[in-house]
């Protein structure tokens, strides 16, 4: 069992829990992720690390709640435990020598930027960090954003927070004014990544992206998280999560990843506690 030590209500449907794993902390580098299940009837779900403290040996995870497993997670509190916390798994983000990068983030995919540019902040590289959202009410991590970055755009879909436009938008105005990144990292939806692709592509700026595609066993046994990468099949539990993002296949991914979203659905509508029905039981 893994205790929860910390909980934060980013906003309304984001949550940042702070997990007791010291085996996952002692290892765990930035691009790497876990994969946990709350209780022995649960799925197995992959999360990325957004941090990890390897003296309190602990390993933060933000997440949306956006299905049945992520709201039983999103319910539990600070002393409980989940069942599985599995990790360090996939392949850390290889920086090669970098000394100016622009870190894209798109909504709940700033969690997952965060770490990235903590640990280019750290090398001592020169980080941009472009996080998107679609209104200030879900703008998150901003203040942690800035304390690792040489610079931060907060860019908002219609503007009532930062600038308004797309992380696109400000990385082609960035790009145009003579900023010379060595690589461009981009980690959000689908499509923004996509999009940020198509924007770098022109200028021949490598761009490294880190994929979610469906997941069950986290080590390449299923295969249910192949990706086409450059024409070729790529597991992302073990030859990702990061690729090179001018050579994803995205419309394959975004295909790929609404299978299970009408059943899903169905699940989190039709889910009934089961502590619930034990009571109901009981008085009966």
Do not use: W
């Not at 934060?8 to 299940?37: D, H």
């Not at 497993?69 to 850390?92: C, H, N, R």
């Not at 998150?140 to 938008?169: C, H, P, Q, R």
Request: glycine residues 10%.
């Amino acid at each position: 069992m893994f205790p929860i030590v910390n909980k934060k209500e980013l906003n309304s449907n984001v949550t940042l829990l702070e997990i007791e794993a010291p085996f996952i902390a002692k290892k765990a580098q930035a691009g790497q992720f876990i994969i946990f299940r709350v209780d022995e009837f649960s799925e197995r779900v992959p999360l990325t690390i957004a941090d990890y403290d390897r003296e309190k040996g602990t390993i933060t995870i933000i997440f949306q709640k956006v299905g049945l497993s992520t709201q039983l997670l999103g319910a539990k509190e600070i002393g409980e435990s989940i069942l599985d916390f599995v990790g360090p798994l996939g392949v850390a983000t290889e920086y090669d020598n970098m000394k100016k990068v622009a870190v894209v983030g798109g909504g709940v995919g700033c969690a997952i930027a965060y770490p990235q540019a903590k640990a280019l902040h750290s090398m001592g590289v020169e980080v941009d960090v472009i996080a998107g959202f679609r209104n200030e009410d879900i703008v998150i991590l901003e203040e942690e954003m800035k304390a690792v970055s040489t610079n931060f755009y907060l860019m908002t879909d219609d503007g009532t927070a930062g600038e308004k436009g797309f992380v696109t938008n400000k990385l082609k105005e960035l790009v145009d004014a003579g900023n010379q990144y060595d690589a461009v990292i981009a980690i959000g939806p689908v499509p923004m990544m996509k999009f940020v692709c198509l924007t770098t592509k022109p200028y021949d700026i490598k761009t490294i992206v880190s994929l979610n595609p469906i997941m069950i066993d986290g080590t390449g046994m299923c295969g249910g998280c192949r990706v086409t990468v450059g024409g070729e099949i790529k597991f992302a539990c073990v030859d990702g999560p990061d690729f090179d993002g001018h050579l994803v296949d995205f419309d394959e991914l975004m295909n790929r990843n609404s299978v299970y979203k009408a059943r899903e659905a169905e699940l989190t509508r039709d889910h009934a506690c089961r502590m619930d029905k034990l009571a109901k039981d009981l008085i009966q």
